[in-house]
T-cell receptor, first 113, second 116 residues
Framework: QKEVEQDPGPLSVPEGAIVSLNCTYS??????FMWYRQYSRKGPELLMYTYSSGNKEDGRFTAQVDKSSKYISLFIRDSQPSDSATYLCAMSVSRDSSYKLIFGSGTRLLVRP | DAGITQSPRHKVTETGTPVTLRCHQTENHRYMYWYRQDPGHGLRLIHY???????DKGEVSDGYSVSRSKTEDFLLTLESATSSQTSVYFC???????????????FGPGTRLTVT
């Protein structure tokens, strides 16, 4: 079993929809959670990061962490065709760079005009 | 833009040949990483560096070696390329310019390597 699980999709939604992307994990020591967006043939770009449980909002994006369920989510409101990309979650037990980031395999999102 | 470049961006090589990929950063970040990305596996860490001449293995290090002789450059070498090493390779950096640790990693544009 992988430490971090993510549905590969693709997830296809109409423009303007609310999108929910999710990851589950098995290591209860994870405390730092990140979401990366990766456009086709590009490197991943850091979208949002959160510490421990709770919500964090940035424009149309909301990251949510539920440590009791070992479940994290990324919500995208008013989705746009430009949001079409692969979204990867990542997590770490520490903010120290010497600790590894563990990545999910990514969910491909397609927003239809 | 985290000031990371990778070269070459694309390479096709034959089985058994040596290959070196270069990662270059311009902002004095302490930590540098090499990942490979394959369908269904996501990003997997090959090697990382926590300073000049300081490196350590990651999850999938077999068949790869690295070197970091100066802060700005991190080289990944496939001593004898195999078809299983066909992949997209990403370099990443973390840590701020003052050398402090940070879990946020920033990625380069990637190198697409095909081993025939």
């Amino acid at each position: 079993q992988k430490e971090v699980e993510q549905d590969p999709g693709p997830l296809s939604v109409p423009e303007g929809a609310i999108v929910s992307l999710n990851c589950t994990y098995s290591n209860s020591a994870f405390q730092y959670f990140m979401w990366y967006r990766q456009y086709s043939r590009k490197g991943p770009e850091l979208l949002m990061y959160t510490y421990s449980s709770g919500n964090k909002e940035d424009g149309r994006f909301t990251a949510q962490v539920d440590k009791s369920s070992k479940y994290i989510s990324l919500f995208i409101r008013d989705s746009q065709p430009s949001d079409s990309a692969t979204y990867l979650c990542a997590m770490s037990v520490s903010r120290d760079s010497s600790y590894k980031l563990i990545f999910g395999s990514g969910t491909r999102l397609l927003v239809r005009p | 833009d985290a000031g990371i470049t990778q070269s070459p961006r694309h390479k096709v090589t034959e089985t058994g040949t040596p290959v070196t990929l270069r990662c270059h950063q311009t902002e004095n970040h302490r930590y540098m990483y090499w990942y490979r990305q394959d369908p269904g596996h996501g990003l997997r860490l090959i090697h990382y560096s926590y300073g000049v001449k300081d490196t350590d293995k990651g999850e999938v290090s077999d068949g790869y070696s690295v070197s970091r002789s100066k802060t700005e450059d991190f080289l990944l070498t496939l001593e004898s390329a195999t078809s299983s090493q066909t992949s997209v390779y990403f370099c990443a950096i973390s840590g701020n310019r003052q050398g402090q640790s940070s879990y946020e990693q920033y990625f380069g544009p990637g190198t697409r390597l095909t081993v025939t």
